[in-house]
């Protein structure tokens, strides 16, 4: 048993050995993905998202550009918002995107009181951003001209014709439209860390290993501290051959 509690001692240490090897990699390989996605090029908005089409399973974040003209008389303010612990909201403004006519939101930046949200002018900018999804459905008892989240149905209730099945956080303009008050606002970006699935799943085997040679080693230290249970398994059950023999004599007593 002692050197049955060794090898099982050294397999289980190796075991774990190898399960941290494989979180780690699973760690650095989720991290390098995440940080792969941050750095995605800058695509045209078109080519990944149009008019009325549903939001693209990858396209959280994905930078986009596009040219259009702002249409300010649209311009909403998104509550509950908040930037460097100042509670706010956002600037929405809908850019008509040039070559489809229809309209995308975009988040201008973050302003703490509704006065301070000026328009920007009409004139053809060029937009560039991280494009995100829309938002749950907005209470109903905000004031005039004001949303609690950025609602999409709600927005193209209020601004008719086409809409984009998105919305953008600007990041940069061209030219750059200098609406005082308005701050800006960084997209979210996304989390720290991640991890890899498949060395994860590598991980949890190595581990399981290691917990089943425990357990193989107790059961073993069970059966030698009772002997009884070894003698139970080792003796033959001789109960079903007993029963033809009984039944013959019995036979053969009648005849």
């Known amino acids: 048993?002692?050197?049955?509690?060794?090898?099982?001692?050294?397999?289980?240490?190796?075991?774990?050995?190898?399960?941290?090897?494989?979180?780690?990699?699973?760690?650095?390989?989720?991290?390098?993905?995440?940080?792969?996605?941050?750095?995605?090029?800058?695509?045209?908005?078109?080519?990944?998202?149009?008019?009325?089409?549903?939001?693209?399973?990858?396209?959280?974040?994905?930078?986009?550009?596009f040219k259009g003209h702002y249409a300010p008389d649209g311009q909403v303010l998104v509550s509950g918002r908040v930037l460097h612990g100042t509670h706010g909201y956002w600037v929405v403004t809908p850019v008509v995107v040039d070559g489809t006519g229809a309209r995308i939101p975009v988040v201008r930046g973050f302003v703490a009181k509704p006065s301070q949200a000026t328009a920007p002018s009409t004139e053809l900018v060029t937009v560039t951003g991280a494009l995100a999804p829309g938002e749950a459905p907005s209470s109903g008892d905000s004031p005039r001209g004001q949303l609690t989240t950025v609602d999409l149905p709600a927005l193209l209730t209020h601004w008719g014709g086409n809409i984009y099945n998105g919305f953008v956080f600007l990041t940069d303009e061209r030219p750059a439209q200098h609406t005082a008050g308005v701050q800006p606002f960084p997209?979210?970006?996304?989390?720290?860390?991640?991890?890899?699935?498949?060395?994860?799943?590598?991980?949890?085997?190595?581990?399981?290993?290691?917990?089943?040679?425990?357990?193989?080693?107790?059961?073993?230290?069970?059966r030698e501290a009772h002997p009884e249970?070894?003698?139970?398994?080792?003796?033959?059950?001789?109960?079903?051959?007993?029963?033809?023999?009984?039944?013959?004599e019995t036979e053969g007593s009648h005849v």
């Open 187 to 222: 997209p979210p970006r996304p989390g720290d860390g991640g991890l890899n699935l498949v060395n994860a799943g590598y991980a949890l085997q190595w581990w399981s290993f290691a917990a089943f040679a425990i357990f193989i080693y107790f059961r073993e230290l069970r």
């Open 229 to 248: 249970l070894r003698a139970g398994e080792a003796a033959p059950d001789n109960r079903a051959g007993d029963s033809p023999a009984i039944n013959n």
């Open 1 to 65: 048993m002692l050197g049955l509690l060794t090898l099982a001692l050294v397999f289980c240490a190796g075991c774990v050995v190898a399960g941290l090897w494989q979180w780690g990699v699973a760690q650095d390989r989720g991290t390098k993905s995440m940080q792969d996605d941050s750095n995605r090029p800058v695509a045209s908005l078109n080519s990944v998202l149009r008019p009325q089409q549903q939001f693209p399973d990858d396209g959280s974040l994905e930078p986009v550009r």
